[in-house]
């Protein structure tokens, strides 16, 4: 019997622990039916107390990985998570307007929890040149979107501001994650698509097992439009998705224990 799938691919850095990167997004699309794909910029000698080292792949590996897919396997969405280098992200970018690739969810990686650098800083001007204007969906946390807009984001008024900003620049959609906010009560994610704002709503969650949060997050976004849901859908989705991830997260090790993909 022959099965059709849907096909979703992330570019993006592996996390030996297991808990973010290719090893979380290849994770959370098998967990909603999809079909993964990867192309490993990266790869982190990483545990759940922090990383231990970052070693990038060739650039010409990785434009091999990219070739490799877009001559075959044509994905329904595609996310970029650590992109590293201003050579990768420009990789990144090219493959994608080469092969048409549609559904482009960017995570704007920057540095790890135990701050390991996981962008160069002279990528963010490639970042914002190249990648944003190709992004359906772009999901950066406070510090993240502080980068991008060269401004601090403290008041909701800000966030606003950053998110229309960070539209102007290109992504179809924006989404300012609320997990770094200062609420203590919920932990809201606005966003803006160029004509309205909405909140995802979510509860704040006491625990220190988040390792992964924000690639899960985009990972399920990107499953979902691969699946053929709408923008809001998809969103709405896995805000309730990552909800239950953090909720049940796991501890495994004695640091920063991964979200939970079976929640
Ligand atoms: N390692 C890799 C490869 C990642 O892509 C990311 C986040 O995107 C991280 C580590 C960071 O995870 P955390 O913020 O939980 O430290």
């Known amino acids: 019997m022959r099965l059709k799938v849907n096909k979703a691919l992330t570019i993006a850095g592996s996390d030996s622990g297991g808990g973010a990167g290719i090893q979380s997004d290849l994770k959370t699309f098998q967990e909603l039916s999809v079909y993964g794909m990867s192309v490993i910029t990266a790869v982190t000698a990483q545990n759940t107390l922090g990383v231990h080292g970052v070693y990038p792949v060739p ?11 877009g001559h075959d396997l044509q994905p329904g969405a595609v996310k970029t998570g650590m992109l590293f280098s201003k050579e990768i992200i420009e990789a990144a970018a090219t493959a994608v ?4 690739w549609i559904n482009v969810v960017v995570d704007p990686v920057m540095v ?10 002279n990528a963010i001007q490639a970042m914002k ?5 190709l992004a359906k969906i772009v ?16 008041s909701p008024e800000d966030r606003r501001q950053a ?5 102007e620049m290109g992504a179809e959609i924006v989404v300012m994650k609320g997990g770094h906010d200062e609420n203590d009560d919920m932990s809201n994610d606005l966003v803006y698509n160029g004509s309205e704002f909405y909140e995802l709503k979510g509860r704040r969650v006491a625990t220190k097992n988040t390792h992964g949060t924000g690639c899960t997050f985009s990972a399920c976004v990107t499953a979902e439009l691969a699946i053929g849901k709408t923008p809001k859908e998809a969103l709405l989705t896995a805000k309730q998705f990552i909800q239950a991830a953090i909720e049940y997260g796991i501890e495994a090790g004695s640091g920063h224990g991964p979200t939970n993909h079976w929640a």
């Open 163 to 167: 998110a229309v900003m960070l539209w």
């Open 112 to 121: 790890a929890k135990d701050g390991t650098v996981l962008l160069e800083n």
């Open 139 to 154: 999901t950066p946390n406070r510090m993240e979107a502080e980068v991008l807009i060269g401004n601090t984001v403290t």
């Open 97 to 100: 307007q080469e092969f048409g």
């Open 129 to 133: 040149e190249h990648l944003l204007p």
């Open 59 to 69: 650039l010409e590996g990785i434009e091999a990985q990219l070739d490799a897919i």
